[in-house]
Each structure stands twice: as structure tokens, then as C-alpha cells.
């Protein structure tokens, strides 16, 4: 993933309630529904115990249009009545990023 600089992260960091409870449906739809969102560039997640989503956006206001996607408001709703224990969100300006590849 090489993206123009500068974009910005929003990295989602999460501890869930037991059982899935509609959950993977949930992420799967919101991942597909974020790609068609304008702004959207890629994501990567990870999960054992502690989950890490990052998703890639190529300015503030396509985050906060995202943000307020109403079906996207509707799984925010959702992750705190029923799938999330605690999370945070945190937003961060990527102006030069580097990787190893064998």
C-alpha cells in the first residue's frame, strides 16, 4: 500500500464483549460500506484480544463525513450497547511512512 502523502489514519483500538452477537456481519458491511465512502483509501485490522483497526483517508472532512454515515452511526450504537467493552479512536496525519519487504 503506497499512498500519496499526506492522508491521515484513524486507528481504532478495541476490547470486545464475549460472543459475536452480529458483530462480523456488522464489520464485514461497514468495511464494504467505508471503501464507497469518497476519502476512503484501504484498511488493515488485526484482533487477538486487543483489536486494532486502522482505516486510510485522504482528508479530515471525508473522516467526519464518514463518521456521520448513518448507517456507520447505527454500528456505533451497536459496538457500545452490544460489542465493545472499550475502545478508543485516535487520528493521526501520516506524512512519511517506510516499510521492509524480503
Known sequence: M????????VIFTSLRTEGDQGYAKMAEEMETL??????????????DGLGITVSYW???EAIADWKANMDHKQAQKNGIKTWYSWYKV?????EREYKFNK
Open 34 to 47: 467505508a471503501r464507497k465512502q469518497p476519502g476512503f483509501l484501504d484498511i488493515e485490522s488485526a484482533r
Open 58 to 60: 485522504a482528508s479530515l
Open 90 to 94: 485516535r487520528i493521526c496525519r501520516v
Open 2 to 9: 503506497d499512498l500519496k502523502k499526506p492522508y491521515y489514519a
